[in-house]
């Protein structure tokens, strides 16, 4: 299981530090950088990351108020970790219900502990792999394994299978797009791709390659950022050999 996870943060080089100290660890995966306590909100409210990082050095009470408003709109806020160049707001943030508070410079071994407790309290889950289409008293069983990509057919969606074979369901595309894995992602108004089976990313031509049949699927730019959260996740574990 992947940990994606969310920064607050103007400091441009504060966060590419932090997103260096968590690549070390793995399994953490960064939905989305924000400026501040507004852009801070929207990106949680997108991306409903599990964990978010919050530099409190000089918005300490405009984040505080931020995850105060983030009860109103959510049933389960994510786990939030405080970062700050001294104890000033710690006793704040423990009120607020933060996870953990780290003190500037980053101490590894913090990190290392606070990373293994998250694990601890967030442990890994099984995802269902089957997925029940109905229509009326018919219920047809899929193993989403096998599920190349769904696209949009006016009001209903076609999945189409690695065997060539298509499925349909009467629903739209939205509905099934918070009920898959996370490994299927949108990429258009018209399709959502099972990212198991990706073997390119062009960015010239805007289009993602399948590697089972070599299908060319479009991507747009209302779902450019999760196209580089998709880049990011398979470039994880591959060898680069970049011109």
Same mark, same amino acid.
């Not at 909100?41 to 990082?53: E, Q």
């Not at 189409?160 to 996370?182: H, R, S």
């Given at each position: 299981?992947?940990?994606?996870?969310?920064?607050?943060?103007?400091?441009?080089?504060? @966060?590419?530090?932090?997103?260096?100290?968590?690549?070390?660890?793995?399994?953490?995966?960064?939905?989305?950088?924000?400026?501040?306590?507004?852009?801070?909100?929207?990106?949680?409210?997108?991306?409903?990351?599990?964990?978010?990082? =919050?530099?409190? @050095?000089?918005?300490?009470?405009?984040?505080?108020?931020?995850?105060?408003?983030?009860? +109103?709109?959510?049933?389960?806020?994510?786990?939030?970790?405080?970062?700050?160049?001294?104890?000033?707001?710690?006793?704040?943030?423990?009120?607020?219900?933060?996870?953990?508070?780290?003190?500037?410079?980053? *101490?590894?071994?913090?990190?290392?502990?606070?990373?293994?407790?998250?694990?601890?309290?967030?442990?890994?889950?099984?995802?269902?792999?089957?997925?029940?289409?109905?229509?009326?008293?018919?219920?047809?069983? =899929?193993?989403?394994?096998?599920?190349?990509?769904?696209?949009?057919?006016?009001?209903?969606?076609?999945?189409?299978?690695?065997?060539?074979?298509? *499925?349909?369901?009467?629903?739209?595309?939205?509905?099934?797009?918070?009920?898959?894995?996370?490994?299927?992602?949108?990429?258009?108004?018209?399709?959502?791709?099972?990212?198991?089976? =990706?073997?390119?990313?062009?960015?010239?031509?805007?289009?993602?390659?399948?590697?089972?049949?070599?299908? +060319?699927?479009?991507?747009?730019?209302?779902?450019?950022?999760?196209?580089?959260?998709?880049?990011?996740?398979?470039?994880?574990?591959? =060898?680069?050999?970049?011109?």
């Amino acid at each position: 299981m992947d940990y994606t996870y969310a920064i607050i943060d103007s400091d441009a080089t504060s @966060n590419l530090q932090l997103q260096h100290y968590l690549e070390d660890y793995g399994d953490f995966t960064c939905a989305a950088l924000a400026q501040n306590s507004v852009e801070g909100t929207n990106v949680i409210l997108k991306y409903s990351p599990d964990i978010v990082f =919050i530099n409190l @050095n000089d918005t300490a009470s405009e984040s505080f108020h931020m995850v105060m408003e983030l009860h +109103q709109y959510m049933n389960q806020l994510p786990l939030i970790i405080g970062i700050s160049k001294s104890k000033e707001h710690a006793y704040d943030a423990i009120k607020n219900g933060f996870f953990d508070y780290w003190i500037l410079p980053y *101490n590894e071994f913090d990190i290392r502990k606070s990373l293994l407790r998250l694990k601890k309290q967030m442990p890994a889950k099984m995802e269902p792999q089957t997925l029940c289409l109905k229509s009326y008293r018919d219920f047809q069983y =899929i193993n989403t394994d096998d599920i190349l990509y769904l696209q949009a057919d006016n009001n209903s969606t076609e999945f189409v299978m690695k065997d060539g074979t298509i *499925n349909n369901a009467y629903k739209t595309l939205k509905t099934f797009e918070n009920q898959l894995p996370k490994n299927f992602v949108r990429i258009h108004q018209s399709f959502i791709v099972n990212t198991n089976f =990706i073997s390119r990313i062009s960015y010239g031509k805007s289009y993602c390659t399948l590697k089972h049949n070599k299908k +060319q699927l479009p991507f747009s730019k209302s779902y450019r950022e999760n196209i580089d959260i998709l880049k990011k996740l398979l470039s994880k574990n591959t =060898i680069s050999a970049l011109n």
